[in-house]
C-alpha cells in the first residue's frame, strides 16, 4: 500500500554535512507525522526530529541546533538535513510516516527500509 523510500545516507567526516530524503508513495489520502528515527548497534531504535502536518518539529535533544527537519508535502518528502556531525550520529537512519491511506479508516504506522549513515572520526 504505502512505501518510504530513504536516500541520501553514506559516509562522511566528523563536522560534516549530510542530507537525507524520504518520499512516501501508494494509496495516500494524508500524511500526518513523518520523520526519522534511528537506530544504533546495540542500541534501541530512538527518536531523531518529526514533523507534522502543520509543520510542528520535534527533536532529540542530541540532534537539536545540528539537525533540520522539513517536508514538502506536494512531494509527499521529508528531509534531514544534519550538519556537525558526530561519531555517535552514525547508525541506521528510519524513515517513519503516520499516514491515512484510501484503504484505511485510520492513521498507520509506515516505515521505510533504512539507510546508514556512518561518521567517521
Known amino acids: 500500500q504505502v512505501q518510504l523510500v530513504e536516500s541520501g545516507g553514506g559516509l562522511v567526516q566528523a563536522g560534516g554535512s549530510l542530507r537525507l530524503s524520504c518520499t512516501a508513495s501508494?494509496?495516500?489520502?494524508?500524511?500526518?507525522?513523518i520523520g526519522w528515527y534511528r537506530q544504533a548497534p546495540g542500541k534501541q531504535r530512538g527518536l531523531v526530529a518529526t514533523?507534522?502536518?502543520?509543520?510542528?518539529?520535534k527533536y532529540a535533544y542530541s540532534v537539536k541546533d545540528r539537525f533540520t527537519i522539513s517536508r514538502d508535502n506536494a512531494k509527499n518528502t521529508v528531509y534531514l538535513q544534519m550538519n556537525s556531525l558526530k561519531s555517535e550520529d552514525t547508525a541506521v537512519y528510519y524513515c517513519?510516516?503516520?499516514?491515512?491511506?484510501?484503504?484505511?479508516?485510520?492513521?498507520?504506522?509506515?516505515w521505510g527500509q533504512g539507510t546508514q549513515v556512518t561518521i567517521s572520526s
Open positions: 514533523i507534522t502536518s502543520g509543520g510542528t518539529a
Open positions: 501508494g494509496n495516500i489520502v494524508h500524511i500526518n507525522t
Open positions: 517513519y510516516g503516520s499516514i491515512l491511506t484510501s484503504r484505511s479508516l485510520a492513521l498507520r504506522d509506515y
